[in-house]
């Protein structure tokens, strides 16, 4: 019989949850029942993007239109529909790209009342403001054009007062609206609101203060901000868990950065676990008094002092994890007996590192160039390191330097060298081996991400990273067209191969396997004979397990390999999951 | 099979739940207590707990032990600091839905329903919803054994109304 006819309403809504909103949409071709679900599914999911139509002439997705008329009676036709289902909306999300705010503001308005009154639990709006005209320009003026209209405000749509009253919303995402106008007057009445995310949306100082003062259960606080706001200022938040402040998301949308960008922030959330700040580059001051709970801290892209930086890190006596990321810091010292994991990344000033935390589990380190001349962190910790030479050394020296960094006295978990510098000159192994000899540095694995590099130049980088360490583990990141096929025949021709350590590894990871050009991509059959010789040599010597990964997009050339040979597995990307929380209820 | 009791698990109090065609199950009080339906079945009823039986209409004793065995091991992991690498719930998972027909799949899905645990059933409903992705209409009804009850007119009108969606799509 009818399998899924025993299923309640609920559990299949629960199924259809998980899919991919065409792939929902899809079901209701299944059957009647199905195509009656169809219409109470409490996630409605509105996006412009599968509305884009195929430019027949060139076939590309570069430049797409869209028929927005017919998404507009889609949505409206969708929205009307679920209404007389009457249930309650679990999610609700718009997004479009509009000519003129203005010009669509009575059918949002429509919309957004509608999921207002349907109860609506998470809204997530994004209404972009783009200018037609910009379609018939070419090149750079486009760009120009774009620009301009997204940062004026006064063509941005302008959110209706209604959404305000939105008491059952728990999440709520804004994205492109102008918020300086129609809120200035509105009363908020977001009672039930945990989770709040504004990204490069219009808002001035007040407005911000509003929003976390009629919010009293606001845990989650995403501000991607663009406006005439040069303080945040977050207080009388008492249940806030997390906060974020991203400058990077604002900087598109706003034309002019010097007025713009935030120059203080203040912070007094006693309740605080994670904060982030991320790409303010005009910030001054961090203030942050009450937030003696942190456990979380990450600070990128901050031109924050030596001294203020120490100052603030006092402030949370039970931080558990920091990040520091492109900051222009001198030097970092600190004494913590909670602090469990430590990232210092890509900051290029950097030249002391003192730490004293016995509890410190894993240490990350990355660096362009040269690495820092004094490091001192606890010893039994995990070691992470990414390095790669900076543009103005030769790699030579700059081999020799990491050479020299790697004789710390710390065990190395991972260790990650990105080389994308073309014209390896000066580069030969016997002029490496000349210096002092030492043996090669066991690391537990080793990830060589390869960029612009010529495959006749895999080699002599293999051997002479193979020269300076010796890992457990070899995997390789190949990008922009690299070939897999050419490593793998480098990899076999390397002398260093017997400096492997015993029971090591071989992982290859290829994230355009599918964008090779059709010389470079070799036939199934001679990629899995090579992979086959590389296992057998490197059982030779003694590595016994060769690793194929790629990303899900790319398909084809490797599924075959996965079978072959059982020291050779194959990774794939795991889809995008939608979830349903809680069930369909009644109004 | 049911579950073995040990002897030196004396200490663990035990309870004794029926499956549909009658086969006993003795289970760890915690475990059972991971299923809403037999926790209500002893609320304000704690004096006859021990000995009582309880019977689970809805499920067939060929699924009791692979359900127990999720009751078991997810119950670990959520208790476990630090908490587990998720490689290794990942691992569970896919063991646990590896042989699994499809018929079986939408089986447990009613048991999980029926016992009211919301972990496995949302578990469950994701993986039938990871087989049918990127399937054909056709695949969509076989797996849930859905009767196309339109007129080939009606579909295509269905179809022309929603045609977005079949963009792009391979039918077959």
Not at chain 1, 9 to 34: G, M, N, P
Not at chain 1, 132 to 137: E, G, Q, V
Not at chain 1, 259 to 274: G, K, M, N, R, Y
Not at chain 2, 122 to 128: C, G, H, V
Request: glycine share 4%; with cysteine; aromatic share 8%.
């Amino acid at each position: 019989m009818d399998r899924i006819s025993e299923l309640p309403d609920f559990i299949i809504h629960h199924i259809i949850s998980y899919l991919s909103t065409q792939e929902a949409t899809r079901t209701c071709v299944l059957s009647k029942r199905w195509n009656h679900l169809q219409t109470s599914f409490p996630i409605l999911d509105f996006d412009l993007i599968y509305f884009a139509e195929k430019d027949l002439t060139t076939g590309t997705t570069e430049r797409k239109t869209y028929n927005i008329n017919k998404f507009i009676r889609f949505v409206d036709a969708s929205l009307q529909r679920f209404c007389e289902a009457k249930v309650s909306l679990q999610k609700f999300r718009l997004s479009m790209e509009v000519f003129d705010g203005e010009g669509v503001a009575s059918l949002l308005e429509k919309w957004v009342e509608l999921a207002v009154s349907n109860e609506v639990k998470e809204l997530d709006l994004n209404v972009q403001t783009t200018d037609n005209r910009a379609h018939s320009l070419p090149g750079t003026m486009v760009e120009e054009l774009d620009f301009n209209v997204r940062t004026n405000k006064d063509r941005m749509y302008t959110l209706p007062g209604t959404l305000f009253s939105a008491k059952f919303v728990t999440t709520l995402k804004l994205s492109g609206c102008n918020l300086e106008q129609s809120s200035a007057h509105t009363t908020i009445r977001f009672r039930s609101l945990k989770k709040l995310v504004l990204n490069a949306v219009h808002i001035d100082e007040q407005m911000v203060s509003k929003f976390i003062s009629e919010c009293p259960l606001l845990e989650d606080l995403f501000l991607g901000i663009c406006g005439h706001c040069k303080r945040i200022r977050v207080s009388h938040a008492p249940n806030l868990k997390i906060l974020t402040v991203n400058g990077s998301s604002s900087s598109f949308c706003d034309f002019d950065l010097t007025v713009h960008d935030v120059e203080s922030i203040e912070i007094v959330a006693p309740s605080l676990q994670q904060c982030t700040v991320i790409d303010v580059d005009r910030l001054s001051v961090i203030d942050m008094v009450g937030c003696a709970d942190l456990k979380y801290f990450n600070l990128t892209g901050v031109k924050i002092l030596v001294q203020e930086f120490h100052k603030l890190i006092l402030k949370f006596p039970l931080l558990e994890k920091l990040i520091v990321k492109c900051c222009v810091l001198e030097s970092i010292s600190l004494s913590s007996n909670r602090l469990k994991e430590l990232q210092v990344l890509h900051c290029s000033h950097l030249r002391v590192i003192d730490i004293d935390a016995p509890s410190l589990l894993t240490f990350s380190y990355e660096f362009h160039g040269n690495p820092a001349t004094s490091i001192n962190v606890p010893k039994p910790c995990s070691w992470k390191v990414g390095l790669s030479p900076g543009w103005q050394y030769r790699n030579l020296i700059w081999l020799d330097s990491i050479r020299n960094f790697l004789k710390l006295p710390h065990e190395i978990e991972e260790l990650r060298i990105s080389i994308s510098v073309p014209g390896m000159d000066s580069l030969k192994l016997d002029k490496l081996k000349k210096n002092p000899p030492s043996l090669p540095r066991e690391v537990r694995n080793l990830t060589i991400a390869v960029g612009d590099v010529h495959p006749s130049n895999y080699a002599i980088w293999l051997d002479c990273l193979l020269w300076i360490c010796c890992p457990r583990i070899l995997s390789m990141k190949l990008f922009g067209g690299q070939s897999s096929i050419e490593f793998i025949r480098a990899l076999l021709r390397v002398n260093s191969v017997s400096f492997f350590a015993n029971n090591s590894t071989v992982n290859l990871c290829n994230s355009d396997v599918n964008c090779l050009p059709p010389f470079l991509a070799p036939p199934r059959s001679s990629l899995t004979a090579l992979c086959n010789g590389i296992v057998t040599e490197s059982r030779r010597s003694r590595t016994n397990l060769v690793e194929i990964c790629h990303d899900g997009a790319a398909g084809g050339l490797c599924d075959g390999i996965s079978c072959n040979h059982d020291g050779i597995t194959m990774e794939q990307n795991r889809p995008l999951r939608q979830n349903l929380d809680g069930c369909t209820t009644k109004l | 099979m049911a579950s073995s009791s040990s002897s030196s698990s004396t200490q663990v109090k035990k309870i004794t739940l029926k499956a549909a065609d009658g086969k006993h199950f003795e289970v760890e009080e915690p475990v059972a207590m991971e299923m809403e339906t037999v926790k209500s079945f002893f609320v304000g009823n704690e004096d006859a707990m021990k000995d009582m039986v309880v019977p689970l209409l809805n499920v067939s004793s060929e699924h009791m032990p692979a359900i127990l065995d999720f009751y078991r091991n997810h119950s670990e992991f959520r208790k476990r600091t630090p908490p587990p690498p998720a490689e290794e719930v990942k691992a569970f998972n896919e063991a646990f839905l590896e042989n699994k027909s499809d018929e079986q799949l939408m089986e447990m899905i009613m048991a999980a329903n029926f016992l009211n645990t919301k972990e496995l059933l949302n578990f469950l409903t994701e993986a039938a919803a990871n087989r049918i992705k990127n399937k054909s209409v056709e695949y969509v009804r076989a797996f849930f054994g859905i009767e196309n009850d339109f007129t080939p007119e009606e579909e295509a009108r269905i179809r022309a109304e929603n045609e977005w969606a079949f963009d792009g799509l391979d039918e077959d």
